[in-house]
């Protein structure tokens, strides 16, 4: 078992009817790419950069910052890095920062909301990414992103600490994405608005199930309701794949569900580009996308789209992976 799957790190990440995707990594730190790399991954689809800004007494400098993404790009040898913007606040608190007590940290002041509000912080974070993207293929995304104004907003940000770069001679890649992520229910219903000023979107599913269902992912309480085969989710997910695709643009997903094997036939079926997930869960993915044929899934897509239950798609897709 474990040796056919081990087969599956040199082979590349396509579906039995020639569909190519790609299947990248989550990290939180430098050292977990070895194991996205010996795994065969194609990239890192979702870097947790907060962690430089945890468990510490103050910020990290740019320098330092620098280091660490230099580093990120080059062990990756030319394979795409995308590098989420910092996404503290809701159950990542960064003590230093002193930031308010709120009754509901995970609807209130984090993530993007934070950065575009103390932009130094921002500012410092993007002129450290700008410098380091000459030496890969670095593609940064904004995490939390709920109106069309706060994406204009970062990219406007963005943009012009590239333009200051430039003019102190430092030069910033080409080839740079700019792209934002989908966790909020309010971008996963105008994606198609996003998609035409992004260059892509990567869903987030860990956080946009939590706030489709209005149930908290940390609390067991209500985990019932944390539902990810929801036809609620799976419509979001759908709109959101074919808002991007309308535009021409690639969308990813860096939640847990991309890993996960219910998940993987529906998901490859709607066209999902890119599935990031943690390094343990890639060859089997490989695997289970070699075995699945995208164009065979479309007639079970269909019947998915008129189930009524998130236990009535689980059932189904279970059976239908044991008939395949
Ligand atoms: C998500 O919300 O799905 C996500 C990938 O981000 P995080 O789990 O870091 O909130
Ligand atoms: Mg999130």
Known sequence: ?????????????????GHSVEIVGNISKIEDIDSILTNGGDGIGLFRTEFLYMDRDELPTEDEQYDVYKSVLTKLEGKPAVVRTLDIGGDKEVPYLSLPHESNPFLGYRAIRICLNQQAIFRTQLRALLRASNYGDLRIMFPMIATLEEFREAKEILL?????????????????QIGMMIEIPSAAIIADLFAQEADF???GTNDLIQ??????????????LYQPYHPAVLRLIKTVIDGAHLHGKWVGMCGEMAGDTTAIPI????????????SSSILSARRQIAQL????????IEHIFTLRTSSE?????????MEM
Do not use: C, W
Request: charged residues 25%; aromatic residues 6%; negative net charge.
């Open 313 to 321: 798609v689980e059932q189904y897709v279970k059976t239908m992976l």
């Open 267 to 278: 998901l490859l079926g709607l066209g999902l580009d890119e599935f990031s997930m943690s």
């Open 160 to 176: 012009d600490v590239k333009q200051q770069l430039e003019t102190e001679g430092i030069p910033v890649s080409e080839k740079l």
């Open 211 to 224: 706030y489709t269902l209005a149930a908290d992912r940390m609390n067991e309480s209500v985990s019932y």
């Open 293 to 300: 044929s995208k164009e065979k899934l479309a007639t079970h």
């Open 201 to 203: 979107l990567s869903i």
């Open 1 to 17: 078992q474990n040796e056919s799957l081990q087969k599956f790190s040199s082979l590349p990440s396509r579906s039995a009817d």
